[in-house]
């Protein structure tokens, strides 16, 4: 299949809150973030990360192995400086606030089945899927980043779980995730801590897979799937080993929600307050941030989402699990 065939038959909508490209020599889709207000996973961006996942799904399964355009699914942010603060602070305080477990839970869901579709790779073992983190990772942003087959990091991006600072836990897979990479001991006192860490830090802790100098994030995915693919029959097997040996039930994230969900519902005034503080501060981290892209990359490997072509925006209401997700509230 010709380079132009491969960039033609594999097609996504413009979404709001994100930004595509299909990188057809190296066979990787990059769906960067680029949620506004603020650097959050809002209900729209959720519903359009699913979107993206069940399309490359589609795409997969019914496509011959030798036709399948999309190896790598990379997670990356278009906001200089934030790969995503995470999740909706704003809406936690009001639907508490409300007493609305329902619609609480409604959005824990949305969460955990784009971590699952991450951890498992859709459900295809010939696709890897990446992150890639050049900035601040905090809470749910956290917890996607760790949701994929490959965390890269540069070196001073900064990661953690806060969550305890308002009396709560990080209920979207972290506790799941970093137990798979560490340990459960490990893992419990790392939600407990609500420390951040230098990505560098974190590599050495077996947390971070690949570790990036400072502006050399998408230089250092692109090497990371030059090397994979020469040993990408192998390196594949690896991963399956790995999802075997150590497997990440839905069922496991949806009980783990259930916990998040009653646990904020039994949050304080006071407690909501300090969330709201939190969100303020989100609101003025953003304002500082011009939406001009992503850190460079090394020259000939300009960040990939510069420059798609637009095309009219579509709705991701076709998508009948993203519609019926995406409806709440």
Not at 263 to 286: F, G, H, I
Request: proline residues 4%; hydrophobic residues 40%.
């Amino acid at each position: 299949m010709t380079q132009t065939a491969l960039a033609n038959s594999f097609t996504l909508p413009v979404y709001r809150h994100s930004l595509t490209h299909l990188d057809s020599e190296r066979h990787a889709l990059w769906h960067y973030l680029n949620p506004e207000p603020r650097p959050v996973f809002s209900r729209i961006l959720l519903g359009e990360i699913l979107d993206v996942q069940e399309r490359v799904k589609l795409h997969l399964s019914t496509h011959e192995e030798n036709r399948r355009e999309i190896r790598y699914l990379i997670l990356a942010s278009a906001i200089p400086g934030i790969y995503s603060l995470g999740g909706d602070l704003g809406l936690f305080a009001d639907l508490i606030r409300n007493r609305d477990r329902d619609h609480l839970l409604a959005y824990g869901r949305l969460c955990i089945e784009c971590v699952f579709n991450n951890y498992t790779s859709v459900g295809n073992p010939q696709l890897t899927t990446i992150s890639l983190v050049q900035g601040d990772a905090l809470g749910g942003g956290f917890e996607a980043a760790l949701s994929t087959n490959v965390l890269v990091a540069e070196r001073s991006a900064t990661l953690g779980l806060p969550e305890i600072m308002f009396n709560l836990f990080p209920g979207m897979g972290a506790y799941s995730l970093l137990a798979r990479r560490l340990d459960m001991a490990r893992a419990g006192r790392f939600l407990a801590s609500g420390r951040q860490y230098r990505a560098a830090d974190l590599y050495e802790q077996g947390i971070v897979d690949v570790l990036a100098e400072d502006g050399q994030g998408v230089h250092a995915v692109n090497t990371f799937i030059r090397k994979h693919g020469r040993s990408h029959n192998g390196l594949l097997a690896i991963q399956q080993v790995r999802q075997r040996l150590a497997p990440l039930f839905f069922q496991e994230l949806e009980d783990v929600v259930n916990i998040w969900v009653d646990a904020a519902m039994r949050l304080t005034e006071r407690d909501l307050r300090t969330m709201e503080k939190l969100v303020s501060a989100q609101r003025r981290l953003a304002m500082r941030n011009d939406r001009t892209g992503a850190a460079p990359a090394t020259e000939g490997e300009r960040p990939v989402y510069a420059g798609i072509a637009q095309r009219p925006a579509e709705d991701v209401n076709h998508c009948p699990k993203v519609a019926a997700s995406a409806a709440v509230g």
